[in-house]
């Protein structure tokens, strides 16, 4: 890289582009990711619990198998995002919510080791206690994230407060949500129809979730109810009643696809509405907005480049592993 | 209660030094994982299969564990070291953010094939994805390790004050990122993972061979074991004088750019010439043993051999002492004591593998029952070697977190409690040790459990479908 290139580079925006509200929306976006392809493997640990077969429990795991791994490194990215472009924001957060972000990575530490464990014997009590930590794992990562977001918009100092647990059970909710969908979709006749109820359960669940969400938020949002009756939070709602509709409907009919593709349409919904009722704040316990936390024009229009060149790619990973992977699992694919 | 400074340092020494083990073991593995593959794939027979599944287990298990031990030390910057990821972030958080986006997501991904996929790939596919993951896994310590040679060698960058905090900004790319120590490091931790994984292979071949040969209790696939003692054993050869050769140059990049860690790991406190090498010391004085201010020692010197490396090849070159710096010097006895636990057994890792050349050599590598044991004793050494190449690596760098910008006590998060990172500290105690002992168990089953049956391999290769009742890969 030639001086001169250097110079271009730190000298203003690259095509003039607004970086910021970009990289803020990248943030978001990453967020979401995680949430619903990590969620399904969640959701498919919540259901987990509610099966007593051993088959049903096997073919659980397999489903998720060749995927949660690379689900899971979206928060990575996420983190690493949010720390190369607002790098006090990163610091600011992660360190006001200490509890909460170690409860998060625990459960993440117990949902990534328990399906590994659960394997490796095949005497009851083991099998019990790991399939236990799998549900746990599979339960909590979701509801402290949740929480995690809900604190982070209403700019929460501390680690439990009411809007943190209605979005948590929310996000819950919406795992259990994509969890039953991709099940179906993978393992189809190997689990029994209580998989579609869960589902359907979860759907009314997050909703009312949704509703519960937005009368906390009313009370407890810095900008009020005024942010809450804004256009394209409004219009973000509807859709997703209409997606939850259609998510039940789908799912009923056997529509996998459909139903998977409606639960990614309302995690990304959800995550939208966080993200609209935050802008133009990134931070609103520190007073942050986003163009005074981003970093300085350089390392931004590097960090842009980065982005832009690799995240085709990544989606070019995703798409050969899943269709690697298409199609229900079958009975001698053990985990 | 406890200070959470300390408490914060304590803490994230142990994510790391936990961490590290299981991306040695899955970037020591990747080489020989992608040659078993490709031999498997153009028909090497079924000991190659046996290897590429069998070692594929250990790796499978290593990632998962490196994948979620390795989550918490990106967020621990954030939880713990506020200030720090403040002051840093520009040019810190983008190598970071690259690593997940360019590394981590291609290894993630194609080791769902990698291991899940045999059956469902083509051949082409299956040693692209093996490619895949070992290049990933490669290119995630490109990053890191740029971004923590910028750490031990900050250039690039200009100081500013916003807000009241001294905040990095980056000014030139090029000299910040293309940073001369990286070359240095690269080569030496890569090489590291490899001669770690070949020692740890060679010592549980060396376990097999020993029970089969010298022993005489009959061994199942003993051809295995006989394979993965000769593969390990050639890259043993190759690694290990190619890590003390490269790590004399890396020595003396550390002499020249970083004196005070070089003064902590020869512990010379007053600037000298003609630095004697010692090979072993203690205070004269043992009420003084615990203080590394202990000026009278006594010890098993090389004249001159300390300026003689740090120079290459001066006996009289001088090495300014750790009393000339303005700062504290870092806790020189466990810099010093790493440093030589590490070069010893870097120069005993040369020894095992002449020592097995030799045999293999004179054609009685497999009935050396003095050599097998002395690859079963240092079977684990490699990863012990690179933990202590690590601390002298961090501690001697000490009190700098960013050397000569920023020290580690200012960059702990400022509204951390004490209570709260005593919480955090004995629950990953209790946490990581769990872990460890769980990771322990599960690749000693894999190991007692040996390579899936090379007859039962062959009918799988004879036809696409496996027959029933042939486990899957995991």
Redesign the interface.
């Known amino acids: 890289?030639t001086s001169a290139t250097?110079e271009a580079l730190?000298s203003g925006p690259l095509f003039g582009l607004p970086l910021p509200e970009l990289w803020f929306a990248l943030v978001f976006g990453l967020l979401g990711t995680f949430l619903f392809l990590d969620g399904f493997d969640f959701g498919a640990g919540a259901i987990f619990a509610t099966l007593a077969d051993d088959e049903a429990r096997e073919a659980v795991l397999s489903a998720i198998?060749?995927?949660w791994?690379?689900n899971?490194?979206w928060?990575?990215?996420f983190?690493?995002?949010l720390?190369?472009?607002f790098?006090?924001v990163?610091?600011?957060?992660?360190?006001?919510h200490?509890?909460l972000?170690?409860g998060i990575?625990?459960a993440?530490?117990l949902r990534?080791?328990a399906p590994?464990?659960y394997?490796?014997r095949h005497d009851e009590r083991w099998q019990r206690w790991w399939g236990r930590s799998f549900v746990a794992g599979s339960v909590l990562a979701p509801f402290l994230l949740g929480a995690f977001a809900g604190n982070w918009l209403v700019g929460s100092p501390r680690s439990l407060t009411l809007v943190g647990v209605v979005v948590g059970v929310a996000v819950t909710a919406l795992t259990v949500v994509s969890g039953a969908a991709f099940l179906r979709l993978k393992t189809r006749d190997a689990l029994p129809e209580t998989v579609t109820q869960i589902g359907l359960g979860a759907v009314v669940a997050y909703l009312l979730a949704v509703v519960a969400t937005l009368g906390v938020l009313a009370v407890r949002l810095p900008t009020g109810i005024d942010a809450l009756l804004s256009v394209p939070v409004i219009a973000l709602v509807a859709a997703s009643v209409a997606l939850g509709v259609g998510y039940g409907v789908a799912l009923r009919r056997g529509s996998n696809v459909a139903a998977l593709a409606a639960a990614a349409g309302l995690t990304y919904g959800l995550t939208a509405v966080v993200a609209v009722l935050m802008y133009p704040s990134i931070d609103p316990a520190a007073g942050l907005t986003v163009r005074a936390a981003i970093?300085?024009t350089?390392?931004l229009n590097?960090?842009s480049v980065?982005?832009a060149l690799?995240?085709p790619l990544?989606a070019t990973?995703?798409a050969?592993?899943y269709s690697?992977?298409s199609g229900p699992v079958t009975a001698?694919?053990?985990? | 209660m406890i200070d959470p400074v300390l408490a914060s340092r304590f803490q994230f020494a142990l994510t790391t030094i936990v961490h590290i083990i299981f991306p040695v073991m899955s970037m020591g593995l990747a080489p020989f994982l992608i040659y078993f593959t490709w031999k498997d794939i153009r028909g090497g027979g079924p000991v190659y299969e046996q290897l590429r599944r069998f070692w594929t287990k250990i790796f499978a298990i290593s990632f998962v564990v490196g994948t979620v031990t390795g989550i918490v030390l990106e967020f621990e910057f954030g939880t713990n070291f506020a200030a720090f990821s403040t002051t840093a972030g520009e040019l810190f958080g983008g190598p970071l953010a690259i690593e997940g986006m360019m590394a981590f997501m291609l290894e993630a991904t194609f080791l769902g094939i990698f291991v899940f996929g045999r059956e469902r790939v083509s051949d082409r596919l299956y040693m692209v994805s093996s490619l895949a993951v070992g290049v990933g896994t490669w290119l995630s310590a490109v990053w890191i390790l740029i971004a923590n040679s910028w750490m031990q060698l900050p250039r690039g960058y200009e100081l500013a004050t916003e807000n009241g905090q001294q905040v990095v900004h980056l000014v030139d790319p090029v000299a910040a990122y293309l940073n001369p120590r990286f070359g240095y490091m690269y080569v030496h931790m890569q090489n590291a993972a490899v001669e770690s994984v070949a020692l740890f292979m060679a010592g549980v071949a060396a376990y097999y061979v020993y029970r089969h040969h010298v022993w005489g209790n009959e061994t199942e696939n003993i051809v295995f074991w006989h394979k993965t003692l000769k593969i390990a054993l050639v890259a043993l050869l190759i690694t290990a004088p190619l890590q003390v050769l490269q790590g004399d140059l890396y020595a003396r990049h550390v002499y020249e750019t970083q004196p005070q860690k070089f003064a902590a790991m020869e512990a010379v406190w007053d600037t000298e010439s003609y630095v004697p090498e010692y090979l072993f010391a203690i205070p004269t004085d043992l009420s003084q043993l615990t203080d590394p201010r202990a000026k009278e020692l006594f010890g098993i010197g090389i004249p001159g051999g300390a300026s003689w490396l740090a120079s290459g090849g001066d006996a009289t070159a001088e090495i300014r002492g750790l009393n000339t710096f303005d700062t504290e010097a870092p806790p020189v006895a466990i810099v010093f004591w790493s440093f030589r636990a590490m070069v010893g057994m870097g120069f005993w890792f040369i020894l095992l593998a002449f020592w097995g050349g030799y045999r293999w050599y004179t054609g009685e590598l497999f009935e050396d029952g003095l050599l097998h044991k002395a690859l079963m004793a240092s079977s684990l050494l490699g990863f012990l070697a690179v933990e202590l190449g690590w601390v002298v690596t961090e501690v001697g760098r000490q009190p700098w977190v960013i050397q000569g910008v920023l020290k580690t006590s200012e960059g702990v998060s400022p509204g951390l409690t004490g209570s709260e990172a005593l919480i955090t500290l004995v629950g990953f105690v209790g946490v990581y040790t769990a872990i460890l002992a769980l990771y322990a168990y599960v690749v000693a089953r894999v190991i007692r459990g040996g390579p899936p049956d090379a007859d039962a391999l062959e009918s799988v290769d004879s036809s696409d479908a496996p027959p029933a009742g042939v486990p899957g890969d995991d």
Do not use: H, K, T
């Open positions: 890289m250097v730190a198998g060749p995927f791994d690379g899971e490194v928060l990575v990215v983190g690493g995002a720390f190369a472009a790098p006090s990163y610091a600011g957060l992660f360190s006001r200490y509890l972000m170690f990575l625990g993440l530490i990534g080791l590994e464990m394997e490796q970093v300085s350089l390392p590097l960090m980065g982005a690799l995240l990544i990973y995703f050969v592993l690697a992977f001698d694919e053990a985990y």
